[in-house]
């Protein structure tokens, strides 16, 4: 059973704090994501990867950061939290092949006070 | 760059009734359409996807519609049980992005017993 991995349910953080939300896939996928779920926004894009040590921004990267080191693991850094990165994060990853099915992990529902 | 518009955000139908959800994308060089379900709790799962060569896709009680030229898709779901309640998201992406996935602002659906 394929499977998307976040490290965390959920997380509470004090303003100002680094923030680390790490998520592990174990279908060898090349491309793996962070989006930001809000309320009436729907999944809005911060960051993606398609190789080991590649990132390109995505929709609203200002206030985070990514690390991909391993294929694997993809991280979403925030270098100092603030209240308006309270949120749901998810991670998803696909193959290498164009236009193919997301897979999401559960979710980290992050809240900053 | 791609903007996906997802018309109703809530939507609350009689169990046994149809369901409709309506999406336009702006990037006419879209070429794949998912559609995501997200139960509480849970990351968002693929239920039925379409891409810019077919113009209907049917997969039991669900069907999508793509109307290239206006560039808008539809996800129809029929004889709808309390099992459907959750939050759709409809998706576009295209070669050209390199796997970039964009989400509408999703659709809470309601299933009146």
């Known amino acids: 059973d394929v499977k998307v991995t976040q490290s965390s349910r959920y997380l509470v953080k004090r303003t100002g704090e680094k923030v680390f939300l790490e998520c592990v896939q174990d279908?060898?996928?090349?491309?793996m994501f962070w989006y930001r779920q809000d309320p009436g926004l729907g999944l809005r894009l911060i960051y993606f990867?398609?190789?080991?040590?590649?990132?390109e921004k995505g929709d609203i990267p200002e206030g985070y950061s990514v690390s991909r080191e391993k294929k694997e693991r993809f991280s979403l850094i925030l270098e100092s939290a603030s209240t308006n990165q309270t949120s749901m994060y998810l991670c998803?990853?696909?193959?290498?092949?164009?236009?193919?099915?997301?897979?999401f992990g559960q979710g980290t529902r992050l809240t900053v006070v | 760059g791609e903007n996906v518009e997802q018309h109703p955000s809530t939507l609350s139908v009689q169990e046994g009734d149809s369901a409709v959800i309506k999406c336009t994308y702006s990037?006419?060089?879209?070429?794949?359409f998912p559609w995501y379900k997200q139960e509480l709790g849970k990351g968002p799962q693929l239920i039925i996807d379409?891409?810019?060569?077919?113009g209907e896709k049917k997969d039991q009680r669900i069907a999508v519609t793509l109307n290239k030229t206006a560039k808008h898709f539809s996800l129809h779901i029929t004889e709808t049980q309390p099992e459907d309640s959750a939050v759709y998201f409809c998706?576009?992406?295209?070669?050209?992005?390199?796997?970039?996935?964009?989400f509408g602002s999703g659709t809470r659906l309601s299933i009146r017993p």
């Open positions: 990037d006419s060089a879209s070429n794949y």
């Open positions: 998803a990853s696909t193959d290498t092949t164009v236009n193919t099915e997301a897979f």
């Open positions: 998706a576009a992406s295209s070669y050209s992005s390199a796997s970039k996935i964009i």
């Open positions: 279908m060898d996928h090349e491309n």
């Open positions: 990867s398609y190789d080991v040590k590649m990132k």
């Open positions: 379409i891409r810019s060569n077919v």
